[in-house]
């Protein structure tokens, strides 16, 4: 597990990540003088961890791993549920603090969507590239949310946390993503 962990990366992304999200409730704690982080910040807190985190998704060896006789879709389903609890807890962990990511239902919504559409695009275009889209639409999405039921799927991460359009899109892509890695793996790099 240990050689699995240092292969991925993984300390180094977990303490980026959380580190990122650190300094974001560190600053607005600071700086706020309202206790609850805006949706906004909550939605790009989440896609940065998520980008920091996928990263792990491929080790620097990928034929090692294709000819290796362990059964690796179980391992890549548990490496993604690993991921979205650490945006889980690391952002749910502030609730009782002064300065507070949430509601939860956003942070798992967002954090599920956008973990599967990150692992959907790691299966399409390699893990090194497997952040650009999820990035780019979060933040397009998050600044510019549009109403109906078309512009809430669109706009689906920048949606309240009630938005049924917004938890359907969420839903789907996490399940087709996790999905996709845990049969393919990542897309080979050339």
Do not use: K, N
């Not at 967002?110 to 695009?121: I, N, Q």
């Amino acid at each position: 597990m240990t050689l699995y962990l240092r292969a991925r990366r993984v300390p180094l992304a977990l303490a980026a990540s959380v580190g990122a999200a650190a300094l974001i409730w560190a600053l607005w704690l600071v700086f706020s003088t309202d206790r609850d982080l805006g949706a906004l910040v909550v939605v790009l807190t989440v896609v940065l961890m998520v980008a920091v985190l996928s990263t792990t998704l491929v080790a620097p060896d990928e034929d090692l791993e294709r000819t290796a006789a362990l059964r690796w879709p179980w391992r890549r389903v548990a490496h993604l549920l690993a991921a979205l609890a650490v945006v889980l807890v690391v952002l749910l962990a502030t609730q009782p603090t002064g300065a507070r990511f949430g509601p939860g239902v956003l942070v798992l919504r967002d954090g599920a969507g956008l973990l599967g559409l990150t692992a959907l695009c790691a299966t399409v275009v390699g893990a090194a590239r497997a952040w650009f889209l999820p990035l780019g639409w979060t933040v397009v999405a998050a600044m510019f949310p549009q109403s109906g039921a078309w512009g809430a799927v669109v706009t689906w991460q920048g949606q309240p946390p009630s938005s049924r359009p917004g938890a359907w899109v969420a839903a789907v892509l996490a399940v087709t993503g996790v999905l996709a890695y845990a049969l393919l793996g990542a897309a080979r790099r050339e």
